[in-house]
């Protein structure tokens, strides 16, 4: 596994959230530098990682498709166990919480509905869950790992993402542990259409506080 990309906060961290890419970009993408200096400027410190397939590509490997989500639960627990030693070593007491983008949220909220989660992981956070394949709203949704999830989950997801978007998320019950926050007209990466009065760093923002917020409450539960 390669080293940890940390992106902290200038004051100690309210929390420290385990971010993990999605399945076509790397770790250090622009909308994953976007969201980790966003979540910084809330206090959370993000610490991002990349699973063996990404990793092997900057080695120049072949771009290999990325295995099914739920091969890469073993990687992300392997992941938060060298993020709890390191913590430790650090003396760094706060929440963590586990997320990612797109693929890397699925990967979580499948962790979390796992028996052997640390009792220090809080929650979980997806930025852009892949709710079914793009734009095939008839195929079968991806709720599974949602339903079993055993902490709070907080999606936040843009408005027109064709992985899910709002329209089509409004005729479906959400599982109780599960809340979402819309990013106004925002695609899977939440960038809006010229004409919204939205834009990019304006919707990243607004899902770093969201988070933020979310980690707060569970910090005063």
Avoid at 29 to 55: D, Q, V, W
Avoid at 196 to 217: I, M, Q, R
Wanted: aromatic residues 6%; contains cysteine.
């Amino acid at each position: 596994m390669a080293d940890f990309l940390w992106t902290r906060p200038d004051q100690t961290p309210t929390a420290v959230l385990l971010l993990a890419h999605g399945a076509g970009a790397a770790m250090d993408s622009s909308f994953m530098n976007r969201l980790s200096t966003a979540l910084a400027a809330h206090g959370i410190a993000a610490c991002r990682f990349e699973f063996a397939y990404m990793a092997k590509r900057r080695d120049g490997g072949p771009k290999a498709p990325p295995p099914k989500a739920d091969k890469l639960i073993g990687e992300f627990q392997t992941a938060l166990q060298k993020l709890l030693a390191e913590m430790k070593a650090e003396g760094l007491d706060c929440p963590v919480l586990i997320g990612g983008k797109s693929m890397g949220g699925r990967v979580a909220a499948m962790l979390a509905g796992g028996s052997s989660l640390p009792s220090r992981v809080k929650a979980v956070a997806c930025f852009g869950y892949p709710f079914h394949p793009t734009g095939q709203s008839d195929a079968p949704w991806r709720m599974e790992p949602l339903e079993q999830a055993n902490r709070p989950v907080l999606i936040l997801q843009g408005e027109r993402d064709p992985f899910g978007n709002q329209e089509e998320l409004s005729g479906i019950t959400l599982p109780e542990k599960v809340s979402i926050t819309y990013l106004e007209d925002g695609n899977h990466d939440f960038g809006p259409r010229g004409q919204s009065p939205a834009t990019l760093d304006s919707n990243v923002t607004a899902a770093a506080a969201a988070a933020a917020e979310f980690a707060a409450k569970l910090a005063q539960a």
